[in-house]
């Protein structure tokens, strides 16, 4: 069943949202960590009730909750599809301009406000797939935000139709946007029994056909040394330096292997993503990555031989080893119930799509909802180039990603008793 009499309106809903600045902080305590991430999420409520989802509400905590309704009688598994709202904070993301290349032709698109951001079929590979489609980018000067508006836009869209073709037989299917995705608290205080959803799918993936069901184990890692402070003129059997015995520590982890620079595919690395200090006190922040949830306390083994060799080397340092779980692997909860990813790959196939299974170097939403009680893969939206001034999206992929979920939230109506 393609979608063929219907009018998208992704594309329009996508620009406007992208619009809006949603950026989110990772440094602020708060939740959501900025209130204009609300901006948006505001406006989607107002959109949902004009095209009649009734119940559509924005809590406190930045989270948007609405329903469409079942058009059968029979019982459904309820389902969530979920996007977050929020952009990275690693590219500025205030006055966007979204600009539209139709039928785009292959050729290097230079982006307006800055002539020097060029995005190329060289750069981008999957970019030669996408040649004829109509794209989306930004004008040079921010990121655009496809990652995960284009995600949100999917939705949006998905609602309109569904809302408009109640002859479609499907469940009852819950809507959830969330803040603060980008940051890693984007479902932290998300009311599980508000929702109530048995099966999720998030809209965050990239290439057209890539079906995501498996992530990163994560965790966080804190090291801090304690150093012995005295006057520099008379410090000679005194002073300890907290700030040199950090350094040393960062100096000993692996330039060649075990960090991010040098792997790829299953393999997991050691990253160190801050440190700060004064003479007394220095903490290095890490994160440790791996598929296998079982070989991070292995990785976390190996940093705490290196912060040993560490102190040996200044006498006096103590240190303090801490470790915070992030998330875990979404596949150690989806292949308790196969069906989720079953029937999302029947989805692709009716959309007319090649599936590809993939795993994912990092995390999304779904990963930490799978362990709250929503089995919660990731499904493609097209968004490409993420997080730089070379993001971009396809206008068809966005439409395609809504077909799909059309037909998924058909399959699962069909599977029920």
Not at 74 to 93: E, I, R
Not at 210 to 237: C, N, Q
């Amino acid at each position: 069943m393609a979608l063929q009499n219907y009018q998208h309106t992704v594309a329009d809903r996508f620009m406007r949202y992208a619009q809006i600045d949603t950026q989110s902080d990772p440094n602020s305590p708060s939740q959501p960590s900025t209130e204009k991430q609300k901006d948006l999420s505001r406006m989607l409520v107002e959109e949902l009730r004009a095209i009649g989802v009734t119940d559509a509400e924005l809590d406190e905590h930045g989270y948007v909750y609405a329903t469409i309704p079942a058009t059968v009688d029979k019982d459904v598994p309820v389902l969530c599809y979920c996007a977050h709202v929020d952009t990275a904070p690693d590219c500025s993301g205030a006055g966007v301009k979204p600009l539209l290349h139709m039928s785009w032709d292959g050729k290097d698109i230079v982006l307006p406000d800055d002539p020097t951001v060029v995005i190329s079929t060289h750069d981008h590979p999957y970019l030669k797939e996408r040649i004829g489609d109509d794209i989306i980018t930004a004008s040079g000067t921010t990121l655009l935000g496809a990652d995960d508006k284009a995600g949100v836009a999917i939705i949006m869209d998905l609602a309109q139709y569904l809302i408009q073709h109640p002859e479609i037989k499907h469940g009852t299917i819950r809507i959830l946007f969330t803040p603060d995705e980008e940051v890693g608290r984007g479902v932290n205080a998300v009311d599980m029994k508000k929702l109530g959803a048995q099966y999720g799918y998030t809209l965050d993936g990239g290439e057209r056909g890539h079906l995501e069901g498996e992530t990163f184990s994560a965790d966080g890692v804190t090291v801090v040394f304690h150093g012995i402070s005295a006057h520099p003129g008379y410090a000679k059997d005194k002073m300890v330096s907290a700030i040199k015995a950090a350094s040393a520590f960062v100096d000993k982890l692996p330039r060649n292997e075990w960090c991010p620079e040098t792997t790829e595919g299953m393999e997991g690395f050691v990253h160190p993503v801050g440190i700060q200090g004064v003479l007394e006190k220095a903490s290095v922040q890490l994160i440790v990555r791996d598929f296998d949830s079982a070989l991070l306390a292995k990785h976390e083994e190996r940093l705490r031989a290196l912060v040993d060799e560490t102190v040996r080397e200044f006498p006096g340092v103590t240190t303090e080893f801490i470790i915070k779980e992030q998330y875990r692997n979404m596949r150690e909860v989806l292949d308790q119930h196969p069906q989720v990813m079953d029937y999302a790959a029947q989805a692709y196939q009716r959309a007319g799509l090649e599936v590809q299974r993939m795993s994912v170097r990092g995390g999304t939403d779904g990963s930490r909802l799978s362990f709250m009680g929503l089995p919660c893969p990731n499904l493609f939206t097209g968004e490409m180039g993420i997080h730089s001034k070379q993001e971009y999206v396809s206008v068809q992929d966005m439409e395609k990603a809504v077909e799909v979920l059309v037909h998924l939230a058909g399959i699962w109506e069909e599977q029920s008793n």
